[in-house]
């Protein structure tokens, strides 16, 4: 059984900083790719960052370019998504999702292509 469990969502004020951390519990088959999604009342879930983790590939949403990161531990169960310079645009529910299969770079930020989500973590941004 596969479970994801987010943490590190918070209010912050705009230009500030937060760490998100997604823990992946369950084989490492089911986390070959490992994202980050975000979503706000009304909304379609969006893609923010995706970490693939047998090599490390990262690819992010124009819109965090330069401002968030996703990276990885050594044991490749925990994705984390480091963001700076936060703004109040960035107020969501933010979601890790993996995927066990390959995945087209086309197709990252469609969230049809993740087999599991965790509940989420909210970020509020004032």
């Known amino acids: 059984q596969v479970q994801l469990v987010e943490s590190g969502g918070g209010s912050v004020q705009a230009g500030g900083s937060l760490k998100l951390s997604c823990e992946s519990f369950g084989a490492d088959a089911t986390r070959r790719w490992m994202a980050w999604f975000r979503q706000v009342p009304g909304k379609e879930r969006e893609g923010v960052a995706v970490?693939?983790?047998?090599?490390?590939?990262?690819f992010y949403a124009d819109s965090v370019k330069g401002r968030f990161t996703i990276y990885q531990e050594n044991t490749n169960t925990i994705a984390y998504l480091q963001m700076h310079n936060l703004s109040p645009e960035d107020t969501a529910m933010y979601y890790c999702?993996?995927?066990?299969?390959?995945?087209?770079?086309?197709?990252?930020?469609?969230?049809?292509?993740?087999?599991?989500w965790g509940q989420g973590t909210q970020v509020t941004v004032s």
């Open positions: 970490i693939e983790t047998a090599s490390g590939n990262t």
């Open positions: 999702a993996t995927r066990p299969g390959r995945l087209l770079m086309g197709d990252w930020r469609e969230e049809v292509k993740y087999t599991y």
